[in-house]
Each structure stands twice: as C-alpha cells, then as structure tokens.
C-alpha cells in the first residue's frame, strides 16, 4: 500500500500527483526487489559452489587419510608377522642354550670345571634394547677399513 491513506468511500487523499507518481513507484520497487532477488540468487549460488568444492577437497583429504591408515595398517602387519617370528626364534634359541648347559653340566661333572653359560641376560644388555644406544650417536666410535680386518 501507498503512503497515503484510504479514505471511507475507498479514494486515495491527495493530490492527482500522487496517483501518476504511484506506477513509477511500483516500477522502481518491483526493479528493486528484482535487482534484490538477482543478487540474492548470485550469493546462494556462489554459496552452493563453496559448499562443492569444501566437499570436495575433503573427500580427497578423507582419501588420503585412508590411503594412510591403510598403509599404516599393512606396515603393522608386517612388524607384528617379524615379531612372532622373532619370539619364537628367541624361544628355539633358549631351548638351545639350555640343551648346551645341560651337555655342559655333564662335561663339569666329569671334568670339573665350571662351563655354565649364563641362561639369563643382564637387564642392563644393551642388545635388549637397540633402540637406546649405550653412549651418544656423537660419541660413537668410527672406524674404517681396519674394523673389518681380523
């Protein structure tokens, strides 16, 4: 509705101005609120194409996280197939020593000299623990082609 108000008998109050100047007043809203609603559209649009390439960019990443999990899975796998073959070379190993020690204890009791390998490991074995270095990597010796001589 207008800015002027309707009288009782339904006429506008005002001047015939107001009347002629109404359709260029609705014209120049339904422009507007057309110009408004195209500008509208524009940002959802540009909205709608953000919200493609975000989905986008992390599907890709979500595909590298798995490609990466995957691959963790299979390196664990694979340390975790070289551990049980480890443990049970240690077990056969310490079956071993303990078959020595016994043909070793045979030959004391008949010689009588002490020939006991030690069946237990020192808990300060730095063997136990490769991965903690008995002095710093700094320190470590280095030698050359005289180390491999005998």
Do not use: C
């Amino acid at each position: 509705m207008s800015s002027s108000s309707l009288s009782p008998a339904g006429r506008t109050s005002g001047s015939d101005g107001d009347s002629a100047a109404d359709p260029h007043r609705r014209e120049k809203r339904r422009l507007s609120n057309r110009e408004s609603a195209r500008r509208s559209r524009l940002r959802k649009q540009q909205h709608l194409d953000e919200l493609v390439q975000e989905a986008a960019r992390l599907q890709a990443e979500n595909a590298r996280v798995a490609a990466r999990a995957a691959d963790i899975a299979s390196q664990y796998a694979l340390v975790e197939q070289e551990n049980t073959v480890l443990r049970a070379r240690a077990a056969e190993l310490g079956d071993r020593l303990r078959s020595v020690n016994e043909v070793l204890r045979v030959v004391e009791e008949f010689s009588g000299v002490a020939m006991d390998i030690q069946e237990e490991v020192p808990a300060d074995d730095p063997l136990l623990r490769p991965w903690q270095l008995p002095y710093p990597a700094a320190a470590m010796p280095i030698g050359g082609a005289h180390m491999l001589q005998y």
